[in-house]
T-cell receptor, first 114, second 109 residues
Framework: DAGVIQSPRHEVTEMGQEVTLRCKPI?????LFWYRQTMMRGLELLIYFNNNVPIDDSGMPEDRFSAKMPNASFSTLKIQPSEPRDSAVYFC????????????FGPGTRLLVL | DAKTTQPTSMDCAEGRAANLPCNHSTISGNEYVYWYRQIHSQGPQYIIH???NNETNEMASLIITEDRKSSTLILPHATLRDTAVYYC??????????FGAGTRLTVKP
């Protein structure tokens, strides 16, 4: 099993540009999570999908952030427009149906907004 | 959510057992104890979890006290590659997993 796949691994962009982060969950997992990690705030849950449906997006910082899961094998996290304070490592994780609990994380996307 | 308290940092000699404590005095009856670790620049890695009984897998052992107010993660023979931040998380097995600051374990030769 390839595990959770994220792309790109590194992204450098300028303030105001649109950024799209991508995630492919582990096959058979139907729960998907987006996290953000910074030195100041640690690991924060942004949004959670179950069966491709967003269940809770209360962690999404503001309207500039949006996430989609068009099918069971793909999700995107989009930031438009990006700001320097969005610089962080963004992790995607997946798990079996809610109740089993164990989340498996991808390698992360390191985003730098100049 | 039950909160956890972990030491900020710990050292361990290579080849010795690493015992990482976690206090979770407000844990509820249906909340599990999960342990993850994060090696520098990598995504968090699942280690082990338990509810009441002690658990063991190929990576570690989890000892949960009888009153469930604290637990200890044991790495039986620590190696340099076990140097990481270790997170103790208490949760119902649902989506809401909140990471604290964790314990930074340094394994020294």
């Amino acid at each position: 099993d390839a595990g959770v796949i994220q792309s790109p691994r590194h992204e450098v962009t300028e303030m105001g540009q649109e950024v799209t982060l991508r995630c492919k969950p582990i096959s058979g997992h139907n729960s998907l999570f987006w996290y953000r990690q910074t030195m100041m705030r640690g690991l924060e849950l942004l949004i959670y999908f179950n069966n491709n449906v967003p269940i809770d997006d209360s962690g999404m910082p503001e309207d500039r952030f949006s996430a989609k899961m068009p099918n069971a094998s793909f999700s995107t996290l989009k930031i438009q427009p990006s700001e320097p304070r969005d610089s962080a490592v963004y992790f995607c994780a997946s798990s079996l149906p809610a109740g089993a609990g164990t989340q498996y994380f991808g390698p992360g996307t390191r985003l730098l907004v100049l | 959510d039950a909160k956890t308290t972990q030491p900020t940092s710990m050292d361990c000699a290579e080849g010795r057992a690493a015992n990482l404590p976690c206090n979770h005095s407000t844990i509820s009856g249906n909340e599990y104890v999960y342990w993850y670790r994060q090696i520098h620049s990598q995504g968090p890695q699942y280690i082990i979890h338990g509810l009441k009984n002690n658990e063991t897998n190929e990576m570690a052992s989890l000892i949960i006290t009888e009153d469930r107010k604290s637990s200890t993660l044991i790495l039986p023979h620590a190696t340099l590659r076990d140097t990481a931040v270790y997170y103790c998380i208490v949760r119902v097995p649902e989506w809401d997993m909140r990471f604290g600051a964790g314990t930074r374990l340094t394994v020294k030769p």
